[in-house]
């Protein structure tokens, strides 16, 4: 099986946008012909999918960057360079999204969800664009817009429909190997299970259902003792929650302690999970008070039986040494999730759009008399080919005068004679605009 990672970094590059062209039509007997210079094409944006095809963000440890297509630059003959091709990273179901501010950018808790993490550029405008009755022979043309990049923090939350939840060596993960078909690792010590294991319960008549197993719960795991939050979160999205209390003694606390601590854990770390739906299993049957059921007994009778021996409430009694209620358990489950597939999920899909860095610019001050002013709009209406064209400098000018941005110059203090700097361009200030 492959490594289990839950947490990594990504690096999402888009395509920078294609040039626009600055090129002019031949034509017999004329000099110079009209602008004939394509646009460029758009570069491809990088989007996140999730995909029940990827089980861990392991990929990403090895290789953070992914990285779209650039467009292609525009021809002459007014030919439009091609777009870049987009990227889509496969992320598992349950992938959470965030800057490294530790903001949330979007949480794909079901699959085929699609994120754009990073935007492509915008190809530029060719020198064509530009013509004008006062404009005849534009030399000047619109530069690509560059891409974006962003690193992301990625952390998985599992999405299984039950997840078990019990103190350290109490038999969770026998218990998943007793019903499905996966084979984690058993041994007879606390915390074996340091990553969880997830395992499909295969049951007539109803749908595969997922179990989790959890590493080892303990007083003050919310809090971060033992294993900590690290793991409460991946029980997050489980619809059902199955508390595994040891009945053989040897754990330490009582069935009902192990109970009310794990109540405790899991609603200290998120009170929601306090009215989770859950099952009550009652495990290692075989080693209780010497009493062994048979294999004919009822593991619900028996486990009413223990119940009042115990004074806990449990649902069922299992052992995974005699296989006792372990066919019954995976029933209960399928039952149990069956009626709650007819519920709304316990939490919904979140989507945060991402503020567009596209919109707006800021204005910042470097020395006295320079103004530095960035922003995607502003930048991209400086980018053109020929910053040295009388022609091409007056657009810039308009562009940033419609962008308002004159107006916040004046507003910032900014005197005739001034120096402001936009992206590849450093002009003076006239004062007047
Ligand atoms: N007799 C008996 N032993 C069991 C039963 N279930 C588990 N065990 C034993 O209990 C020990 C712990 O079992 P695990 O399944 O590793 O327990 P766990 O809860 O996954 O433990 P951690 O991963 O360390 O939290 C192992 O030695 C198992 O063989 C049972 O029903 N009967
Ligand atoms: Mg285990």
């Known amino acids: 099986m492959a490594e289990f990672v839950d947490r990594a970094q990504l690096h999402a590059r888009s395509g920078d946008g294609g040039a626009g062209a600055v090129s002019f039509r031949r034509e017999a007997f004329v000099d110079k012909g009209g602008p004939d210079g394509g646009d460029g094409g758009d570069g491809g944006d990088v989007w996140l999918v999730s995909s029940v095809n990827v089980s861990s963000l392991i990929g990403f440890r090895d290789q953070p960057f992914r990285r779209a297509e650039d467009g292609v630059h525009g021809g002459s003959k007014k030919k439009i ?39 492509g550029g915008h190809g530029g405008k060719g020198n064509a664009r530009f013509l004008s009755n006062s404009r005849r022979a534009p030399a000047f043309a619109e530069q690509g817009e560059p891409g974006e990049d962003f690193w992301f923090n990625l952390e998985l939350k599992l999405a299984a429909d039950v997840a078990l939840v019990g103190y350290p060596n109490v038999g969770k993960s026998s218990l998943i190997a007793a019903i499905s078909r996966a084979r984690p690792k058993i041994a007879d010590y606390p915390f074996t299970t340091l990553i969880p294991n997830l395992g499909v319960v295969q049951v007539d008549g109803s749908r595969d259902i997922v179990v989790a197993d959890v590493p ?10 033992g294993l900590g939050h690290e793991f409460l979160r991946h029980i997050e999205r489980s619809r059902l929650l199955a508390f595994i209390l040891d009945l053989s003694g040897a754990v330490g606390p009582t069935p009902l302690e192990q109970l009310e601590s794990l109540s405790h854990e899991v609603g200290a770390y998120l009170p929601e999970l306090a009215t989770r ?7 290692k049957i075989d080693l209780s008070i010497g009493l062994n059921p048979d294999p004919g007994d009822d593991p619900y009778e028996v486990a009413k039986m223990f119940s009042e021996y115990y004074s806990v409430p449990l649902d069922i009694v299992t052992s995974t040494a005699t ?34 860095a596209s919109l707006g610019f800021e204005i910042s001050g470097q020395s006295d008399g320079v103004f530095i002013v960035s922003g995607r709009e502003v930048e991209r209406a400086v980018g053109l080919s020929d910053l040295n064209d009388p022609v091409a400098i007056q657009i810039v000018h308009d562009r940033l005068d419609r962008l308002g941005v004159y107006k916040s110059l004046r507003r910032f203090g900014a005197k005739a004679g001034d120096e402001v700097i936009i992206g590849g361009m450093s002009f003076e200030y006239d004062g007047e605009r």
């Open 216 to 225: 080892g719960l303990i007083e003050g795991a919310a809090d971060g003792k």
């Open 81 to 119: 360079g091609h777009c870049g091709k987009d990227v889509e990273v496969e992320v598992p179901v349950g992938t959470v999204v965030r800057d490294l501010d530790g903001g949330l950018m979007v949480d794909l808790a079901e699959p085929n969800l699609r994120w754009r993490a990073a935007e």
């Open 277 to 283: 739906p859950r099952v009550i299993v009652g495990s």
């Open 323 to 356: 296989r006792f209620g372990t066919v019954e358990l995976s029933k209960r489950l399928a039952m149990l999730l069956a009626e709650l597939d007819t519920k709304p999920a316990p939490i919904a899909p979140k989507i945060v759009l991402r503020p567009t």
